[in-house]
């Protein structure tokens, strides 16, 4: 193999750039020439090839984004997209693609594979969702952002004796809720897992305050409900004053943390030696400890296992 490509699709996660370094700096140990794809899979059906030199990957490993730069690219669904991504591979003398991202990024990466293109899936979401790995790449960062903001959160809400609720990506997972949860020693965390029920939700504010605790700290997903219509609503039936703060984008940013570059360079690295081995249609993927890969088909139909255990120490904790 001479040369391979490497993109960086979806939502941006901390530790790409990480990554992106890692593939590059792997690949050209081995022998292998590095193309760039600019925005994702749009860049790769425009073309926007350039290469991707040892210098360019350089001081990269600290920074948030990603210097290939994103895009949520709808069109790719669509067969032709598809067949002119291939047909710009084969004009570049592109043997095999290295994608980074997370599950929008694999079916795309699927749907190659099944055309006859070489291709290894990293995953990288702030949102932790690919099933298949224990952790994705950006996710500890994300949790990191979360904790540090729920802190000084707790801090003002302590002052003025007010139940605080935050917003927390996570798109339909929980894991940045519930990780975030623990680490901040929230009241009571809401994911698409646990269901929201207001009452629940009311009952362990209302605790708080008869433990005569200054603050409140509610963690919530994104999507479940109108976090300003909950802040007023707690207002209304507890005790406590209430303020709603929606996290938003900044859990995508930022320097990435140990972990999460400790993750971009172990799974770059590998994509590399399997693509050099001749394996097609996997993802890496950290599995109790190992960084393994399995089957891109397998994967984007795994089923996340049930964080119940997590839940249920968050619970515990407020008694
Ligand atoms: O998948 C990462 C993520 O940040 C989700 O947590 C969130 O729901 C979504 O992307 C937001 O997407 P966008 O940046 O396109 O608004």
């Known amino acids: 193999m001479k040369r391979i490509a490497l993109l960086t699709s979806g939502g ?5 750039n990480a990554c992106v370094r890692a593939v590059v700096r792997s690949a050209i140990a081995s022998g292998i020439e ?14 926007n090839i350039e290469p991707l030199l040892r210098q360019a990957v350089s001081r990269i490993i600290n ?17 032709a997209a598809q067949e002119k991504a291939i047909r710009m591979m084969k004009e570049h003398s592109i ?34 969702d690919i099933a298949a790995s224990d952790y994705s790449i950006g996710f500890f960062t994300a949790v990191d952002t979360a904790v540090q903001s729920i802190d000084k959160l707790r801090d003002t809400s302590d002052s003025h004796q007010r139940c605080s609720v935050v917003e927390v990506m996570g798109r339909n997972d929980g894991d940045i ?42 963690i919530i997903t994104e999507n479940i409900t109108d976090v300003s219509r909950l802040a007023e609503d707690i207002e209304e039936a507890t005790a406590f004053e209430s303020r ?10 930022g320097t990435p943390v140990a972990f999460d570059r400790y993750l971009a360079a172990r799974m770059g690295q590998k994509a590399v030696a399997l693509l050099a081995e001749g394996a097609t249609a996997r993802i890496l993927a950290l599995q109790g400890g190992t960084i393994s890969d399995c089957g891109l088909e397998e994967a984007l139909s795994a089923k996340k296992e049930s964080r ?7 619970t ?4």
């Open 95 to 128: 043997e095999a693609l290295v994608v980074i991202g997370g599950g929008g990024t694999f079916r795309g990466a699927l749907d190659l594979a099944k055309k006859g293109v070489r291709i290894v899936g990293i995953p990288a979401t702030i949102d932790n």
């Open 12 to 16: 941006d996660a901390p530790g790409m």
């Open 63 to 79: 920074r948030g984004g990603t210097i290939l730069g994103s895009a949520r690219y709808e069109a790719f669904k669509e067969d």
């Open 316 to 319: 515990q904790f407020r008694h």
């Open 308 to 314: 119940r255990e997590l839940v249920d120490l968050v």
């Open 177 to 218: 809720a519930l990780f975030a949860g623990i680490a901040t020693g929230a009241d009571i965390v809401v994911t698409p897992e646990t269901g929201f029920d207001q009452h629940e939700v009311i009952q362990s504010v209302q605790e708080a305050f008869e433990k005569n605790k200054r603050h409140a700290i509610v």
């Open 34 to 47: 590095v193309r760039g794809v600019r925005d994702g899979y749009k860049g790769l059906v425009e073309g």
């Open 244 to 253: 709603a703060t929606v996290l938003g984008h900044v859990q995508r940013g």
